[in-house]
């Protein structure tokens, strides 16, 4: 069992910077993928990106490629995604997730098994 809280997330004009940081418990944090989605209103949830257990190695879509990164801290059972260059485009809800899957940078959100209650992420013009 992982439990996972996201925090982070605000109100940010277009440009500007967020930084958001998920929490997990559990003591097998780093034999877990982690990776990030987000969810606009009446909008699917859609990958943002992902990193693998050990943090080695890092996947983005495409959409943000270049502005945001994904790190994590096995020692404090910590991801984050720092997001720069920040676009109306990115307000959404941003969740952290954790895949057992064995994957190395799972891209789907059925191969993630442990999901936080996400944080609000809005960007204004």
């Known amino acids: 069992q992982l439990r996972l809280v996201e925090s982070g997330g605000g109100l940010v004009q277009a440009g500007g910077s967020l930084r958001l940081s998920c929490a997990a418990s559990?003591?097998?944090?780093?034999?877990?993928?982690m990776g990030w989605f987000r969810q606009a209103p009446g909008k699917e949830r859609e990958f943002v990106a992902t990193i693998r257990r050990s943090g080695g190695s890092t996947y983005y879509a495409n959409s943000v490629k270049g502005r945001f990164t994904i790190s994590r801290d096995n020692a404090k059972n910590t991801v984050s995604l720092q997001m720069n260059s920040l676009k109306p485009e990115d307000t959404a809800v941003y969740y952290c997730?954790?895949?057992?899957?064995?994957?190395?940078?799972?891209?789907?959100?059925?191969?993630?098994?442990?999901w936080g209650q996400g944080t609000q992420v809005t960007v204004s013009s």
């Open positions: 559990g003591r097998t944090f780093s034999t877990y993928a």
């Open positions: 997730a954790a895949s057992r899957a064995g994957l190395d940078l799972p891209r789907q959100a059925n191969n993630y098994d442990y």
